[in-house]
């Protein structure tokens, strides 16, 4: 079987040009997007808005110049003159941000546009990837990856665009100005000083992303260790390892805490070198300004204006460094996000695959064979059907390959040979959407989102009334229950609900499954956390609704199959024995065996433990009157990752 590949993130810091050139080529279509001729007219308005804006900034000088010249003693007759240049120097200064603030203020749409597109684009793509990569990722690392990918782009667009590029535009500006006005030499002077700031900032700056990387690096790692250590906060308690959980967070603290400080540190060195740097220019160009005002050959505003010059070019280069670092930051952090949208799907639709037709819900399994490594086969020439309206229960120890037979179906992943039918048709050959529409599942282990009972009862069909919400929630033996809490219905279930007891969780996927109205249910483990009296009622709810609906039943517990019109043992992924409860019970194989432990299991006593041993708990029992999971249903754990219960 194929593995997905993909690009490896780039060391953060470490980008060569050709990949910087790439991850901006990559930005552009969504900056000049097709079909929209509103943003096209937009980035058209902001480009004019941010020429203007430095024409008028350029100008400010001269017109101070002017200004001071005009009140100079030779030239106070001429009092209307340095007035109306004073009026126009205030009057540039202030058209100078108003078009910068218009810029920005036209573009924003633009920006915002491209930062949705581009996070929308990447939390579908890791919707539309395998279980595979999701098994194999850290969760909290890949909403990282989007948040500090989406965060790049309008740093890189607000800042490259309307600060760096313009800064650059400025510089050659003044210098013409300087010399067009002046000489070379005030040319030259302003350029150097410009190029040394520039040289120093840049080599400062790559020796401070080293820090920054470590920051990244410990601030990845400490945030994946607390969303871990809180998605799981019921273990965490159940072992009492709270401080344990906070000595491996500390562990990242303090990584980010020790190069946070060097990074500081190395900041403080880098202005004091940039204020030598921009002060020693400036002082060199207002010696020989005044050298020229001495000898009369310029004025008391030709003095004034390269000042002026000088301070208004170093303003934006003072961010130059945190600029330059945050720049390659930002590229970095975009090409790790694109590079997410470019790892392939390893399970993907034919081009125009048709939706699935469904038709009574038959489903077949011909000499499939499946393993997650294929140096490790899980399902081996497994071979089945189950007729349109018929149950069939799928029953074996663990790791016999049953909950993969549930992935199989739902095309998490493909086959490795055979194929699977459902009405006729080849799962492969229609679209994932519609194979998914027709099936509903009950799994083992339920996981809720941190929203309202209703809201989890209804993401079965979210288009469903507040009616059918409610019936599928009576079906489910939940409504009661429901009712009574102080909020009802939009009572908040807490993170994978765990607000809720194993049982409650179980209803409301049950509920959330009869809302789906599938062709085909598909029940794993579906009533393995209730407790006798509710999984009795339920089950009876289940032959309700799949009454004349294809089932598919995948059960440890033998007692919840026995009505099924057909049960096949499955052991170290093969089908050993198929047939119904009695004949197979009157067969005295491995299924009278599994039948005769477990009655066994269940008619044993407490009493006939040692003196002084704990009571086990039963299968199916737990704390509080509430089912837990079975012990042995968790102990075979794929040695790749995959879940457990699949070898």
Known sequence: MRRPTSTPPAEPGRVRPRRQMRTLRRLLPYLWPTGRADLKARVSIAIVMLIAAKAVNVY??????????????????????????ILAYGAARVLAIGFGQLRDAVFARVAQHAIREVALKAFRHLHALSLRFHLERQTGGLSRAIERGTKGIEFLLFFVIFNVVPTL?????????????????FAAVTAVTVAAYIVFTFRVTELRIVYRR????????????????????????????????????????????????????????????????????????MAMTALGVVRGTMTIGDFVMVNAYLIQLAMPLNFLGTVYREIKQ??????????????????????????????????????????????????????F?????????????????????????????????????????????????????????????????NDTVYYNIAYGRPGAGRDEVTEAAKLARIHDFVEGLPDGYETVVGERGLKLSGGEKQRVAIARTLLKRPHIFLFDEATSSLDSKT????????????ENRTTLIIAHRLSTVVEADEILVLESGRIVERGRHDALLAEGGHYAAMWRRQQAEREEEPAALPEGAEPAIAAGDGLDGEPGRRIEDDAAVFETGMPSGEI
Not at 359 to 383: C, H, M, S, T, W
Not at 391 to 418: E, M
Request: contains cysteine.
């Open 60 to 85: 400010v000088p001269i017109l101070l110049r002017g200004a001071v010249d005009g009140l100079s003693p030779d030239a106070s007759a001429a009092l209307a003159l340095p007035l109306g240049l």
């Open 169 to 185: 535009l400025e510089i050659g500006l003044v210098c013409g100005i300087l010399w067009w006005i002046f000489d070379w030499r």
């Open 214 to 285: 470590r920051m990244n690096d410990a601030d990845s790692e400490a945030n994946t260790k607390a969303i871990d250590s809180l998605l799981n906060f019921e273990t965490v308690k159940y072992f009492g390892n709270e401080d344990h959980e906070a000595r491996r967070y500390d562990l990242g603290l303090r990584d980010y805490e020790s190069a946070a400080v060097q990074s500081r540190v190395s900041l403080s060195a880098l202005n004091v070198g940039q204020a030598a740097i921009i002060s020693g220019g400036i002082t060199a160009i």
């Open 330 to 383: 930002s590229l970095v952090d975009m090409e790790v996000m694109f590079d997410l949208l470019e790892v392939p799907s390893e399970v993907v639709d034919r081009p125009g695959a048709p939706a699935l037709r469904a038709d009574g819900g038959a489903v077949a399994f011909e000499q499939v064979d499946f393993g997650y490594d294929p140096r490790r086969p899980i399902l081996k020439n497994v071979d």
């Open 385 to 449: 059907s189950v007729p349109a309206g018929r149950t069939v229960a799928i029953v074996g120890p663990s790791g016999a390959g049953k909950s993969t037979i549930s992935r199989i179906l739902f095309r998490f992943y493909d086959v490795a040979a055979g194929r699977v039918l459902i009405d006729g048709q080849d799962i492969r050959d229609v679209s994932q959407e519609s194979l998914r529409a027709t099936i509903g599942i009950v799994p083992q282990d339920t996981v809720l989102f």
């Open 535 to 546: 999984e009795k009622q339920i089950q009876q709810s289940l032959r309700e609704v799949s």
